[in-house]
């Protein structure tokens, strides 16, 4: 009996040292040829990708986010100043240009929330069924709502979470991608939320070196994570959905985290 097993990682560096290692699995799909179902990379290929960043993938994901974000971005409420006769806060330019509107307010008081770091859990299980378009477009979902919350003044941590199960037994994998006090690397993050790569090479190779891969059948079936942080990207969709769809699911993870939007949308 597997049991259960959990391994955490602290960084990427951390977890490809020890993900690139060699197994004695007897199963070793993580070394099979390339195939449309590996994202078209070889083994050597993917430790490449993961350590320089998949430039390709990079620009379909800022293709992805940015038509996410465009939309996102004009429902979070801004806090442009205004004049006015009394208040707090001299704005010493217009004091001394002899305006009498020289007092700064805001319609909306600031929000308490700046710097406050958010923890996503992005969960990169998937079936077998699924195709690389799903896998890329829930990646460029999850720095599309990155964007929004720093834009808002949060500070992001992303989880990279695999969970797999087969009967009573479970393995599990944490790796934290980005720190809260990292800006983002489209190019890593592109590699490791939206390449199948990531969970077909690499994540298989973790499960080859832990004896998973022989004892649990078709390496398991997706299962969710332990740990759900703040923001908890599950299997989200079978399919690629429409824009409209991707929007709303930022737009409530947004409304989740105290964001103030505009009832527009």
């Not at 004695?24 to 179902?37: F, G, T």
């Not at 959905?241 to 709303?248: S, T």
Request: charged fraction near 25%.
């Amino acid at each position: 009996m597997f049991g259960n097993r959990y391994l955490q990682f602290g960084n990427l560096q951390d977890f490809w040292d020890f993900s690139f290692r060699e197994s004695i699995s007897y199963k070793k799909d993580s070394r099979k040829p390339a195939s449309e179902w590996y994202g078209g990379v070889t083994w050597e290929q993917t430790k490449k990708l993961a350590t320089s960043g998949w430039w390709e993938g990079m620009e379909k994901v800022r293709s992805i986010t940015a038509e996410l974000s465009e939309v996102v971005a004009t429902k979070i409420v801004r806090y442009d100043p205004e004049y006015c006769f009394a208040g707090n806060v001299v704005d010493v330019g217009m004091f001394l240009s002899n305006s009498p509107e020289y007092f700064l307010t805001k319609q909306i008081a600031e929000q308490e929330i700046k710097g406050k770091i958010v923890t996503i859990v992005c969960n990169i299980s998937v079936s077998a069924a699924i195709n690389s378009d799903v896998i890329i477009q829930k990646g460029a979902m999850v720095c599309a709502l990155v964007d929004a919350l720093e834009m808002s003044g949060y500070r992001c941590e992303i989880i990279l979470n695999e969970t797999s199960q087969y009967y009573e037994s479970k393995l599990e994998v944490d790796v934290c991608i980005k720190k809260s006090n990292q800006s983002l690397n489209f190019a890593e993050l592109a590699f490791c939320l939206a390449h199948p790569a990531m969970l077909r090479r690499i994540m298989f190779s973790v499960a080859e070196l832990e004896g998973w891969a022989d004892f649990a059948h078709a390496y398991g079936r997706p299962c969710s994570a332990s740990q759900k942080g703040d923001i908890y990207v599950d299997e989200i969709f079978s399919l690629k959905v429409r824009n409209a769809e991707a929007i709303d699911w930022i737009i409530k993870q947004l409304q989740n985290q105290g964001v103030h939007l505009k009832n527009t949308y």
